[in-house]
Structures are given as C-alpha cells and as structure tokens.
C-alpha cells in the first residue's frame, strides 16, 4: 500500500487550498471517491484491505497531520484534517511555484489558454501537454510531460470572462474516461 502517496495527495490539496484562500487554523476537508482512494493507495477493494490500508495512513501521518478523521459515506470518503495538519502544511512544506502562478493566472479575468500555457511552459521548458476536451466541465485537459515535475491533469474551463479549473491524477482521469 502507498499511504506516503495519499499523503502527499492530501497535503497537496491543503496546499491548494491555502494559495486559494491563504491559511487559517482550522479544519480542513476533503472528499475523494472511493475508487480515487483504491488508486492512490493500490489497496484491494474488500473492506478489510480498505479498513488496514486507512489505519496504517492514520497512523503513518498523526506525527505531521494530527489525528485525522476519516469517514464514509456510500462510495465516497471523508477526510477531515486537524487544525495542526492545516499548521503543519503551512509551516514546513515548500510551496509550489507552478501552483501559485497557475492559480493566480486561472482567478484573473479574461484568462486565455495562452495565459495558461505560458505559465506550463515556463515551468516545464516547453515540455507539456494540451489536450482539446469536449466536455461539459472541460475545455483543454493541460499537464507535463515529466510528471515528477507536477502529476495532475488541469481542466480547464472557459466562461464568459473567466476560466475555472479541477485537477486530477492520471488514474483517475483513466478511470473517467479521458
């Protein structure tokens, strides 16, 4: 099982959150589908491996993320994150350069795709990809070639004046058929 995956995964989110919102001490949740969670960890999906693989994570981050909570409702988990994983993730983990001028870039009205792959390019020396999408939710599916460099996959949506965004990981966007 890969719980330093999920745990990357889920700091990854509060890092996201906070460049969103800036940073309050507080608790923080986030909701992930059930077959999203059996990807990051490579868990089986009987209920025994799901409870063991959660456990394990729980027990692997309490030190950096607090006791988190974790629940679940029909396929879908809960995770709540304590005010020090919120503290910790503010304090000791490097912010992302790319994430930070993505986000900003993405909030600004009149945003065009060009906007968006100047900042891809500069951080990826021209090596990513963008994808036409023909989705109610998508517009342009962006992300690197080098997936050590940042392993989500951008949708992007344009509307009247401004563009939005969902990111996700490469199996997950298999697993929705794109």
Known sequence: MQVAALERMLINSIMEVQMKLGYE???IR?????KALLNILKAGDSDDEIKTALKEFKAYVK???????ITKSQDRFCFLI?????????????????LKEFIEIIEKPGVK?????NVFS?????????????GEECDFILYFEDPSRDSYRYFIKFH???????RFLSEDVKDMGF
């Open 122 to 134: 500069r951080y990826s020396d021209g090596k990513y990809i963008c994808e036409s999408c023909d």
């Open 113 to 117: 795709l060009e906007d968006i792959k």
């Open 63 to 69: 030190d950096r993320l607090g006791e988190i909570k």
């Open 25 to 27: 001490n507080e608790v």
């Open 160 to 166: 009247d004046n401004h563009g939005t965004y969902h």
């Open 82 to 98: 304590p005010p020090e994983g919120a503290r910790y993730v503010w304090e000791q983990e490097e912010k992302s350069g790319f």
């Open 30 to 34: 986030f909701y992930y589908p059930e």
